[in-house]
């Protein structure tokens, strides 16, 4: 007993040693982190107007700047097009160039698949590799009619962008490219009512979700019968009856009949919106031929000339990209009924009048029969498409990542599921669409496979954003991303500025973006913001995030993962409530085990709950994977399934279902009140509760947040309302992310489902780490203080090897003013920009109010400057506290770089600097771009027309117009309001005094 106890005591004292390291490694990251937590960049390229000099000034930039990786993408948005044609030669070594330049830096590089964004295709797709859809004519014909039958060639649905992005060339091949498939005909009686939204069922149209006109899901299919259906043993194949030209060698009998020609016609996707030569169909996303003949075309191309990809070497390139799905949807390929027998076991053939919108056997029947096609389709595009483009990824020694939503033909999660690192997309708030539901489910997915890599592209934006975005209106939008799960930003975008450096802020990318390049005002200070984010990035890939519950979705496709609204706070950026959750889909719940009542997957996912979809249909094969699962000791949320959603074993699949729902809730009929049943080692909890009001598809929170409390699992983290956070969690160690969602302090007491320790504060900003008395810890929970300024947030780190004790919770502390620089500030501004070299502020005042048009319309840098004496001698730590910054500001004490303020609180520590007498201050304010482009809409326009260059750029002379500013977008006039700028203050000392 002595010895089985010493062996315990050792196992125990060994998992603390190596989770005391863990964490101690993770906190000397924490205050340098590598450069593979950095965040990147959407690194975009305007149609051939590139050069080696450009490129490596923006790469340069980028590592200064503290941008660790990129994502390289070649289109055309609003600019005129330039010398280098894309894939030529010339354009091809400025590509080798650009990635040996990235690998010489240490920034990775990630590649699209294709030119332009949406995914993989250009010329050299020809129709018969295409997208394709399956389309009909129709002609009725009647017994004893010596007409001739002649079917007509039946034409393409129209593009979903409609036909605009067609070249000429590209519209007569659209026009023109058919294959026959089959020739149908049955008798012509009274027919059923289409099928509604046959389009949309049939995948010939996915309209994207962030535009707010397509559902999340599609309905269960219809049970309903209808004797007026098309009968299937009356359908005739006449397919070998037909000739080339049309003309059908056959004699109907008796009555009337209706004959529909059916051929495959590309789908009208174009690459969007890729330089003109590499403009092109998208290739047949379920063909691995296509593929591979376009991934030779394009990514191969480029591969010859890089040379072998070393994983080891940090720097250049070493992934490949899908970025958002915007090619619409296929439903035909030329294998598809070969492929739709081997895997659901039945020839479509005699259901093709259904992708029309007719109804053969029954309603029932022609739905399912729908439902099974978009099934194929989805597996034919994550094992033709997605797999695909990972495995030639991964041999060439790149991962993959895939952005799995909007437009997309498959269900998001099982699209997300391929990816090595899947990523999500979210939009500056009030500058464009709403995708924040992409970060749920990328995030989601990340959960479940364990990529601990969550990127975003981050901060997208149209609708007039016109420069106005900078680091700190950035900052709340920021912390709920990271909040809801996403620990890589990759900025949208930085526009290669291909244009002379005298002339900003250059080139865009039209009116898109957030403009984070190195032509921002602001570009020579943002190393400090990139700073946090490369902080709080590290420290939120370390260990798995701990979630309660798991969302399951339907089976089919397609499908978006949207949680329910009752299970967030707030709007656009709304925040997650006090139980986590994630979304999991049917194809990842397949791998799941159950640990200690627990639902666990291989990649490290952990949830207490599984919650089923309010959706009356399911597979038998899935119904009973979560049977296994509860069997094992889970705990499953939800009413049985009532049938099978496809026509695979069809009737028999039916009451498979019906007898598992049996076996595993212990009844068929739902019971009015909560019920627990015990199936196993698991609990199944049901109810009508469980099915009324559904909040997209799943009880609401609160019910499912009852059963965490009933069971004594307490909330993991709750506050006053004003806070949001995330959870990390490992061995020994929990690490919460908080931060304040309001533009005003917040002093509260917060609850965190921890007792590892004594908590921690880490300050991301300023990497110091302060040990914290102002909290108690009881029942599994620690109640600690916490006081953040205006959109400040901070780490919360419990610890065993963090011994501090508690003190209780009414701490709080409060800034003391000392001293306040008031009098005349010397100010210079610089007069490349329109600012005078000299002057002086006699008070503290908006630049845009100043009566000196110079300083009025300024857009850069102003240096203040002002001599002060202290007023007493001090003790202890003594801040500079700024007031009012537009917008970020540098300051510089005796000499001493102090460093950037670019957010509340708005001080630096000049303490080490200071002195008694004579301290020389210096304070170096950055401001936007807005007020000069306003300024200048005052002078006479010498830009862009036509889709033209101006003739004084294109031939090297001067300007005559007097701008200062040039952009080959306009988002401003003459009368739009200007922003307001610089210093305002009120410029003080303070100390911070503790409040006992």
Known sequence: MFKKLIILFSFLFCISVTANAQ?????????????????????????????????????????KAGIGNLIFLEVNVGVPSGPVEFLSPQWSELFVHAEKEARRLGIEITLGIGPGWTGSGGPWVKGKQSMQHLVASEVVVTAGDKKKIVLPVPPPKKPFFGEGGLTPEFKKEWLEYYEDVAVLAFPLTEQAKPIADFEEKALFYRAPYSSGVVRSYLAPPSIANDDKAIAKNKILDLTTKMQPDGTLSWAPPAGKWKVMRFVSRNNGAITRPAPVPGLGFESDKFDTTALNAHLNAYVGNLLKKIGKIEKATPGGLK?????????????????????????????????????????????AESERFLWDLRQTSQELVLENHARHVKAYAKKHNMSLSIEPY??????????????????????????????????????????????????????????????????ASMKNQGDWAFAAGINRFVYHTFQNQFLPDSLKPGATMGPYGVHWDRSQTWWPMVSAYHSYVTRCQYVLQQGRTVADVLYLTPEGSPHVFVPPSSAIVGDTIGDRR????????????????????????????????????????????????????VKQGATIVGNPPLRSPSLVGYPDCDNRVTQLGKLIWGAAKVPANTVQYKYGLGTVIWGEGFSAKPDHLYPAYDLTAGIL?????????????????????GDGWDIYFVSNKTN??????????????????????????????????????????????????????????????????????????LQTLSGPWDVSFDTKWGGPAHTVFETLTDWSKNADEGIKYYSGTAVYQKKFDLSAAV???????????????????????????????????????????????????????????????????????????????????????????????????ANSPLLLSGLTGPVKLIQYINNK
């Not at 991301?764 to 620690?782: C, L, M, P, Q, R």
């Open 578 to 629: 006090g139980y986590n959750f994630d979304g999991c889909s049917p194809g990842q719940l397949m791998k799941a085990t159950v640990k200690n009542n627990r639902i666990e997957f291989p990649g490290g996912g952990s949830y207490r709950l599984l919650v089923l979809p309010i959706y009356e249909a399911m597979t038998p094969e899935l119904l009973a994977k979560i049977g296994s699962l």
């Open 406 to 471: 909007d437009m997309n033909p498959t269900a998001d999660l099982e699209l997300g599921g391929v990816a090595d690192v899947p990523m999500a997309e979210f939009w500056s708030k009030g500058f464009g669409f709403n995708s924040t539901y992409s970060v749920i489910e990328a995030t989601s997915v990340a959960h479940v496979i364990g990529s601990s890599l969550v990127p975003a592209e981050a901060f997208t934006a149209q609708d007039n954003e016109g420069w106005k975005q900078h680091p």
């Open 709 to 729: 409390k009933d069971k004594g699992i307490a909330e993991d983290f709750t506050a006053n309302g004003d806070l949001r956070y995330t959870h990390r969690t």
């Open 875 to 973: 003790q202890g730590p003594l801040y500079l506290d700024l007031g009012d910054v537009k917008n970020m500001a540098r300051v510089t004490l005796n000499g001493k770089d102090l460093g950037i303020v670019w957010t509340a609180p708005w001080h630096v520590d000049i303490a080490s600097a200071v002195r008694e007498k004579n301290n020389e201050l210096k304070i170096e304010v950055i401001n936007l771009w807005p007020n000069r482009l306003i300024g200048d809409e005052k002078k006479p326009y010498d830009g862009i027309v036509n889709d033209k260059w101006p003739d004084w750029l294109l031939n090297g002379k001067s300007r005559t117009s007097g701008r200062y500013t040039f952009t080959s977008t306009n988002q401003y006039n």
């Open 319 to 363: 992934r490949l990209h899908m970025d958002s799905w915007e090619m619409g949807a296929q439903n035909w390929t030329g294998t598809f009924r070969k492929e739709f027998m081997k895997r659901r076991g039945y020839d479509p053939l005699k259901y093709y009048p259904v992708y029309e919108g007719n109804i053969v056997g029954s309603l």
């Open 23 to 63: 964490l101690k490694a993770i906190k000397t990251g924490f205050l340098s982190p590598p450069d593979k937590y950095k965040p990147g960049v959407y690194w975009y390229f305007m149609d051939g107007n590139m050069s080696a000099e450009t490129i490596t000034k923006d790469l340069e930039s980028m590592k």
């Open 744 to 817: 005003k302090p917040v002093n509260t007491v917060a609850q965190f489902r921890s007792v590892k320790g004594a908590p921690e504060f880490w300050d991301a900003i300023t990497g110091k780490v302060k040990s914290v008395s102002e909290f108690t810890a009881d029942k599994g929970i620690s109640s600690v203080s916490i006081q953040l300024d205006a959109y400040e947030s901070v780490f919360v780190v419990f610890a065993k090897e963090n011994t501090a004790k508690p003190s209780g919770t009414n701490a709080s502390v409060s800034a003391q003013t």
